[in-house]
């Protein structure tokens, strides 16, 4: 999916919502701002606990549904957050000990791969642990608003894959960690060749994701949820630390990991306090404090 296509399913029913025939239809929100989509772009490109799932709460935000189903679907977001939480606990420790490293001018490589060791398995634990809510969700929603559901969480999937292009090639490269970073800290055209040079060789340890298998998954999963029946026990074939929830969280936890120590040495003191401050609020930051469904 295309990111003007990810940018409309956040704030409308998609196409095969509208088409599914259902009685009661979304309702159709305004499209997502550049704020909006800014936010989405600066929460995927640091936090990565929950996988899939995660996307399938986030969608929920913008989900316009009919009032009276309103407070249901939020009590079943609640719900799914709640089963995030100690993916989220384990991301933000994670995140909390890079901005210790670079506050200290000091990144501990044990400590750090220790921390997405826990990330990994902790997101592999969230979808057994989501079945009986998805269910419930499934239950809930209209054909249309399963369908316009199912297009935000690929949507989703678009917006992370752009926050976390890397750097060097790809044709999102212009919106990768370093160039958000390189605005932020006003680093220096050497620091960025130097970050550069860092991160050809680091990266090449961090064992990647194939994107062709999270969207596999998702296609499983759209196909599955639009239909009549779904049960999400049955669904869920592959869990734990092998699962795509957790080799999602695995490889987006790894590459800023590597992200961090390639351009924490490069940076003045100034800009370590700087980079060490924006860690501490991502890791601080909460996205089931903000649950809403858009009305």
Not at 107 to 117: F, G, M, P, Q
Request: net charge negative; charged share 20%.
């Amino acid at each position: 999916m295309c990111l003007v296509a990810a940018l409309a399913a956040f704030g409308c029913a998609g196409k095969s919502g509208n088409s599914a025939g259902a009685a009661t239809p979304p309702t159709v929100s305004s499209p997502a701002s550049d704020e909006q989509m800014a936010g989405l772009l600066e929460h995927h490109r640091y936090h990565h606990h929950g996988g899939v799932t995660l996307f399938i709460a986030m969608s929920l935000d913008t989900l316009g549904v009919s009032p009276e189903k309103r407070a249901q679907v939020q009590k079943i977001q609640a719900d799914l957050h709640t089963r995030l939480q100690p993916a989220l606990a384990a991301d933000q420790k994670f995140v909390a000990t890079l901005a210790d490293g670079v506050a200290a001018s000091n990144l501990d490589t044990a400590k750090v791969d220790a921390a997405v060791a826990e990330v990994v398995v902790a997101a592999g634990l969230v979808r057994d642990a989501s079945t009986d809510a998805l269910n419930e969700l499934h239950a809930a929603l209209s054909p249309a608003e399963r369908a316009a559901l199912v297009d935000k969480v690929e949507a989703h999937w678009a917006v992370w894959q752009r926050s976390n292009a890397e750097d060097a090639g790809g044709p999102d490269a212009d919106e990768g960690h370093l160039s958000v970073l390189a605005a932020d800290l006003k680093l220096t055209e050497q620091q960025i060749q130097k970050t550069r040079a860092n991160l050809g060789g680091s990266l090449k340890t961090v064992q990647r994701v194939d994107p062709k298998d999270i969207a596999a998954e998702l296609k499983k999963f759209g196909a599955a949820f639009r239909g009549d029946s779904f049960d999400a026990k049955t669904f869920t074939t592959e869990s734990g630390p092998s699962g795509p929830d957790a080799r999602l969280a695995g490889w987006g936890a790894s590459y800023l990991a590597h992200f961090v120590e390639a351009v924490s040495p490069e940076l003045t003191a100034e800009q370590r306090t700087q980079l060490a401050e924006r860690l501490r609020a991502h890791a601080g930051h909460d996205p089931s404090a903000q649950v809403s469904v858009s009305q």
